[in-house]
């Protein structure tokens, strides 16, 4: 097992190794990061005030736009000169933000990608073929030091390329396959246009899935078609990539590694802590990251935390699989609206396929639309739709119109993450 010790920390000892790693990042951020002291001082906090691990509510957050606002590199509590790495968001608009990594932290990333990888069953000598993107984004080279540090056998397949990625996996025997969940989805469809029978062309039983809002419809219709047992695992590039947090073998929950991060929830609007147990937006402080530290770093993602042990026996606090990030909930008429609701909804419905999109436009009022894929003996099926549009009704509160496409029509989504909703709505 990999980093055995770690895994099973009992509940006091996780928290005091918690206690003294806080004590000591927060000091070492205070000295070293300009912005840290300034927002320290600003609220009349001082690193001595930190003496129990309820404490940490007196340090004020850490938001995305202090890491734009410092680009390229004003947060580094290090000289350049001790950088091993840089990668960056995949910013949509604007500048990205670029993170920082001593030799540390990359060996620390690597040992808690070691970790989630063991947690997922993956063991020395697996053939783990690496679907995420190498590069600027932290998903390829994440998954590849994970995979190293467990002694695995790393295919860096990178993204797209969808024919020659199935050939790989056929002739080489992958038994860990890694990628978006919705990459994964679309190799449901693409590897039977090719011919194959995936249960028995391929050896794929491990699936490790993430960076991207998925429903566990979604993990059912995979593990289905390729008779493997998925994971979802959680991470953000300013908290090293992936590898924050990961599904155990109990699949209730994804554990964070405890003893590298502690995590709140918050209540998005006023910033007030909330209980365990209650839905709000999640706030990760890095215990350990050397050159980019981050205290109550300010996720934007949606869940809720759990802290009591797991029935498999590890303390490490659980989230809920993510509804999604505040941002990307839509406010229709009013209503708000999180993407994953709709896939929820659709991917419970047998006979609709995978593919879907979310368009939301304004004429007078504001309208959501779904279109969605089935066969084409269903596509002018009534029933189908008025049962689709009832659904939606039933969960969302508004009601959409539903159109029913023919497989193959939808855009799918090859390379990054899944697109699926259009906005069409001007933006101020
Ligand atoms: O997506 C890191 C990653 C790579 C995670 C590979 C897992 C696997 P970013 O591009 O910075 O980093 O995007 C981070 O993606 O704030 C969430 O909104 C979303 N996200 C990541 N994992 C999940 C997940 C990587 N398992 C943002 N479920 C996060 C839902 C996820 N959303």
Known sequence: MFEHKAQFLKRKELKRVQLSKLRRIVSYAYQNVPLFKKRFNEAGVKPGSIRTLDDIEKIPFTVKNDLRDNYPLGVLAVPQTRLYCLHASSGTTGKPIIMAYTRGDLERWSKLMGRSFDVAGVRRGDVVQNMF?????????????GARAVGATIVPTGTGNTKRQLMLMKDLRSRVAASTPSYMIYLCEASRIEGYEPKVDFAVKVGIFGA????????????????????????????????????????NGLHVW?????????????GDVLEPGKEGELVFTMLSREAMPLLRYRTRDLSRVFEEECACGRYHPRIQRIKGRSDDMLIIGGVNVFPSQVEHVLMNIPTLGDQYQIIVSHAELDRLAVKVETTPERVNDPNLLKQIQSDLLAVLGIRADVQLVELGTLPRTEVGKARRVIDLRTKE
């Not at 590069?135 to 030091?145: N, R, V």
């Open 258 to 270: 405890g003893d590298e991060f502690l995590v709140e929830t918050i209540n998005p609007d006023t």
């Open 133 to 145: 993107g190498y590069g600027l984004f932290t998903g390829g080279l994440g998954f590849h030091y």
């Open 212 to 251: 991207e809002p998925w429903s566990e419809q979604t993990r059912k219709r995979i593990e289905d078609v390729f008779g493997l047992r998925a994971h979802d695992i959680y991470g953000m590039s300013e908290l090293y990539g992936p590898g924050v947090a990961i599904e155990c073998e109990q699949r």
